[in-house]
């Protein structure tokens, strides 16, 4: 199941999230980014005109560039992608079920990357954004936080807006 896509202003870089429910045997969500490239004889290669979707830094064992650790988290429910004005290549990742050590459950969180174009490697961009427990789990059982169930960053990447559908606060 295709959970979510978004394709930069140029058309060159496009990410697409696959989530972890029911698709892949781990039960782990996966993000794919790919770059559209000159590639000649293959990506990772200068070309002479042929022209195809290149994946970035994939994660060791799979074509995707971030495999989530914990199955059922839905890492990858929401991702964006931009590029900057200064030519930085930035990634958000929502993963709207994920816990975290002070949270209860499914409260989410969000991760935000940059491209390093000097180790061809994804780099964190700051700590994880945790979400919060959204209700009163004893009065609202069913009602969770779930942070991260969108996640849009500003046109420089430099600002990222994190929605939750269902906090609720007494």
């Known amino acids: 199941k295709l959970v979510g896509s978004n394709l930069t202003g140029g058309g060159q870089t ?58 059922g988290e839905q890492y990858g429910s929401s991702v964006d992608l931009v590029r900057s004005p200064q030519d930085l290549l930035v990634l958000a990742i929502g993963a709207r079920k994920g816990n975290h050590n002070s949270c209860g459950e499914a409260c989410g969180y969000a991760e ?18 945790n979400g919060e427990q959204g209700a009163d789990t004893a009065t609202f059982p069913k009602q969770t936080g779930e942070q991260a169930h969108v996640v849009s960053l ?14 609720y606060v007494n």
């Open 14 to 71: 496009l990410a697409i999230a696959i989530g972890d429910q029911g698709v892949t045997s781990t039960g782990l969500g996966r993000v794919y980014v790919y770059e559209w490239q000159d590639t000649g004889s293959g990506c990772g290669t200068t070309g002479t005109g042929t022209l195809t979707w290149c994946p970035l830094a994939p994660a060791s064992g799979t074509d995707a560039s971030f495999v989530s650790s914990v199955a």
């Open 112 to 129: 935000v990357y940059e491209w390093n174009t000097g180790t061809n490697n994804w780099d964190s961009r700051g700590i994880k954004i």
């Open 154 to 167: 500003s046109a420089d990447g430099n600002r990222i807006a994190v929605g939750s559908p269902r906090w």
